[in-house]
């Protein structure tokens, strides 16, 4: 059998680890919000983490960093916690430990493994969760069920978001992905020299898009059309394969931004690419729809720049508040919404 899958836990909290025999790669799962632990897979002989996730129990219950969190029903922040939706004004709250409002709900609670299934070629394990109801999380009073769907195949592994308005009105929702990517150690000679506290500096980055989404000082993006600067105006941001490999290398740059109208392929597929030309380690971080957010981690309390968060975020922070996305956030009564992502690894040595 090519898959196999135990049962297994991270201090108080239980996860699931799935080994693909064939490939040597493994990924460790948390029922805790569904989120991704890490990811091992074969690099020069030996065994590879290529997910910064959280290490401990403590790490995971103060969900310090949102790594890995799959964020439902919003991505990132709502400016105040406020947002009006089908002309009613409704006030969200934090949930503890957190002291505003961030990166939606479902990271914080135990999801359900429903269906596990496999084959020669992948295993399919679905979780799901139906903690959004009306009076669980203040200011969220909509009926949704949320499932995750993780494809693994040992080098790709693909994620779905499905969520499903299962109450008698409309459901505002969003999600995304909040992972955290390694590719060595410690990075590179040249880059300790630049950048002690880090392990990014000498990566090469590779993003397709056309816009940067232009944000106040509280990273909520500016209001209207405010909010769309083309690429081309920002060139510090600018990470295009049009660009030198040298322009592309992240270097001491901080990063904390959004980027959309990504370029796509026929299959409305956009990816982003991050390489290590120290090891000819490559990580395709891809996506159906949506945008990517690239986050250098300066700011967390710990591991800065040890690692880089690149996520796919189905909508632009703040999308609550947009009405550009009015529409788009909306569920109706009995309908669904998907948004499809996942990593791709390429290891040459």
């Given at each position: 059998?090519?898959?196999?899958?135990n049962?297994?836990?991270?201090?108080?909290?239980?996860?699931?680890?799935?080994n693909?025999?064939?490939?040597?790669?493994?990924?460790?799962?948390?029922?805790?919000?569904?989120?991704?632990?890490?990811?091992?897979?074969?690099?020069?002989?030996?065994?590879?983490?290529?997910?910064?996730?959280?290490?401990?129990?403590?790490?995971?219950?103060?969900?310090?960093?949102?790594?890995?969190?799959?964020?439902?029903?919003?991505?990132?922040?709502?400016?105040?916690?406020?947002?009006?939706?089908?002309?009613?004004?409704?006030?969200?709250?934090?949930?503890?430990?957190?002291?505003?409002?961030?990166?939606?709900?479902?990271?914080?609670?135990?999801f359900?493994i429903?269906?596990?299934?496999?084959?020669?070629?992948e295993?399919?394990?679905?979780?799901?969760?139906?903690?959004?109801?009306?009076?669980?999380?203040?200011?969220?009073?909509?009926?949704?069920?949320?499932?995750?769907?993780?494809?693994?195949?040992?080098?790709?592994?693909?994620?779905?978001?499905?969520?499903?308005?299962?109450?008698?009105?409309?459901?505002?929702?969003g999600?995304?992905?909040?992972?955290?990517?390694r590719?060595?150690?410690?990075?590179?000679?040249?880059?300790?020299?630049?950048?002690?506290?880090?392990?990014?500096?000498?990566?090469?980055?590779?993003?397709?898009?056309?816009?940067?989404i232009?944000?106040?000082?509280?990273?909520?993006?500016?209001?209207?059309?405010?909010?769309?600067?083309?690429?081309?105006?920002?060139?510090?941001?600018?990470?295009?394969?049009?660009?030198?490999?040298e322009?592309?290398?992240?270097?001491?740059?901080?990063?904390?931004?959004?980027?959309?109208?990504?370029?796509?392929?026929?299959?409305?597929?956009?990816?982003?690419?991050?390489?290590?030309?120290?090891?000819?380690?490559?990580?395709?971080?891809?996506?159906k729809?949506?945008?990517?957010?690239?986050?250098?981690?300066?700011?967390?309390?710990?591991?800065?720049?040890?690692?880089?968060?690149?996520?796919?975020?189905?909508?632009m922070?703040?999308?609550?508040?947009?009405?550009?996305?009015?529409?788009?956030?909306?569920?109706?009564?009995?309908?669904?919404?998907?948004?499809?992502?996942?990593?791709?690894?390429?290891?040459?040595?």
């Open positions: 059998m090519r898959f196999e899958v049962n297994s836990s991270l201090g108080q909290f239980k996860t699931l680890l799935i693909d025999n064939e490939t040597r790669s493994k990924i460790e799962i948390a029922l805790r919000g569904a989120m991704l632990l890490s990811y091992y897979v074969k690099l020069d002989q030996n065994i590879f983490n290529i997910i910064d996730g959280f290490q401990s129990q403590d790490e995971l219950g103060s969900g310090t960093g949102a790594r890995c969190w799959i964020m439902a029903p919003f991505p990132n922040r709502i400016e105040n916690g406020i947002y009006k939706f089908l002309g009613k004004t409704y006030q969200l709250r934090p949930i503890a430990p957190r002291t505003q409002v961030i990166h939606g709900f479902t990271s914080n609670v135990d359900k429903i269906d596990t299934e496999s084959n020669d070629e295993i399919i394990i679905t979780f799901y969760t139906n903690i959004l109801r009306p009076g669980v999380f203040e200011g969220y009073p909509f009926s949704v069920d949320v499932y995750i769907k993780y494809i693994f195949n040992g080098l790709k592994l693909n994620i779905e978001v499905i969520a499903k308005n299962v109450g008698n009105e409309p459901a505002p929702f999600t995304g992905w909040h992972p955290y990517f590719t060595s150690e410690k990075g590179s000679a040249h880059h300790v020299q630049l950048h002690e506290a880090g392990g990014i500096d000498h990566l090469i980055l590779t993003l397709n898009a056309n816009q940067l232009l944000t106040d000082k509280n990273l909520i993006p500016l209001k209207d059309e405010k909010a769309y600067g083309k690429l081309n105006d920002y060139l510090d941001f600018d990470f295009r394969d049009t660009r030198t490999i322009e592309r290398v992240i270097k001491n740059r901080i990063l904390d931004n959004c980027f959309a109208d990504l370029k796509v392929d026929e299959n409305g597929i956009s990816s982003t690419t991050l390489y290590d030309p120290t090891n000819d380690l490559q990580i395709k971080i891809f996506q729809g949506g945008l990517t957010l690239v986050f250098s981690g300066d700011t967390l309390s710990e591991r800065q720049r040890k690692s880089i968060a690149i996520e796919p975020v189905q909508f922070t703040n999308a609550f508040n947009r009405p550009e996305l009015e529409e788009k956030i909306r569920i109706n009564p009995g309908k669904e919404s998907k948004f499809e992502f996942g990593i791709e690894v390429y290891c040459n040595k």
